[in-house]
């Protein structure tokens, strides 16, 4: 039997307010248990709840990012449920007419070796409030409750299930995260919870139409747990169909040290919730002006940009789609390029999405806090341009300027004076160079001259040792070939 996987997902994106949806109490992460929950978060009698207009803004330029409606007007629910972090024994929702309806996002992925593009549907985003959390450690064999985030605003973003599999669903979570952080309208901080998700998943025979019964893989905070989450759980669906078994809808949550999705409890459908019009929120209005003015202050998309990219510095869409997957890689490629020039375009791109890259995950560090500012990277880029060094000397130049950590624009020259790295491009001293080596090697060069031309890369490897590296590549290649020629 061959599978099919099928994925949708909700994402949970807390917004970048002061404070909370529906009162004035703070949202800032870290305070002590408790202390930032008000009377209206947790609905005491005799207080009303107000929208908080800043989280209405931020939920405009999200829909507008996408392409989506924005309803002029929705309406906010009570989603009724019980748990013990959840005081008002309801969560205010949206549910039929939410704020944001439709849209797209698009993203790109490696699959079978290739990169390719996908665009997603998205459903829905609507506003909600945050409950608490549940605390299970250091009470002394109890648990506990912190209340902090009891009306934290969320904007929960659900797309269409029209993911196939554990790296499609990797990657439109990061190119949404990437997004949100790219509008402001969210930190993106997964370990503080700001960015949560929720795997729904399910297998059905390959060809069929009917979707299969869907699992919720609840509160995924981190990329890699989201890959393995959705492996476990597409094996161990095929795995107790296969064996005769069937698929219950439920909540499950993953258990990353044992590798394994435990259910949390059977899944509610919305009737299960009681949802019905918050009495006490009138329907949020939302004229032709306000959204006007929101798109007013919007910054340049990721989609824009990247097209920019590609027309304008003649990049391929590959690259335009790395550069442009968070705003701080985005605005560093554009400040190298000022400053290097259009010319040095792709070699910057390059620089970024090699070196720069994977010096900045190893030392697990954000590009916007690299120690090698633009204007130095922009300089190196314009020295191997000119001839000065090469694209070897040039990785040993970058890892000093990473642990220099100077603001000296001028770093690179300074560093190529203090240690003599200046690529040798004399004809002369480079004829020297070569002439020893020829001398020296007299196997590599009869195998040369008897049709063996791979043999000159022997010959070009012990002439870069002889120069320690510096001689102009270009040059000693074209002297060797030079010299071999005439016998």
Known sequence: MEWEVVIGIENHVQLTTESKIFSGSPTAFGAEANTQASPVDLALPGVLPVMNKKAVDRAIRFGLAVGAKIAPQSIFARKNYFYPDLPKGYQISQFEDPVVQGGTLTFGYEKDGKFVTKTVNLTRAHLEEDAGKSLHEDYHGMSGIDLNRAGTPLLEIVSEPEMSSAAEAVAYCKALHGLVMWLGICDGNMQEGSFRC??????????QKEFGTRCEIKNLNSFRFIEEAVNVEVRRQIELIEDGGQVVQATRLYDPDKKETRQMRS???????????????????????WIADVKADMPELPAVKRDRFINEFSLPEY?????????????????VVAKAGKENAKAAANWLMGDVSSTLNRENTDIGASPVKPGQLANMLKRIADGTISNKIAKEIFGDMWAENSD??????????????KQISDTGALEAIVVEVLANNAKSVEQYRAGKEAAINALIGQAMKASKGKANPAQLTELLKKKLAEG
């Open 267 to 289: 899944k509610e459908d919305a009737q299960d919730y009681r949802y019905f019009p918050d009495p006490d929120l009138p329907p949020l209005t939302i004229s032709e002006q």
């Open 319 to 335: 690259d335009a789609l790395i550069l442009t997957a968070s705003k701080d890689m985005a605005l560093y490629f554009e400040a």
């Open 198 to 207: 929720d795997i729904n998943v399910s297998v059905r025979p390959k060809g």
């Open 408 to 421: 000296d624009e001028n770093l690179v020259d300074a560093i190529i004076d203090k240690k003599g790295l």
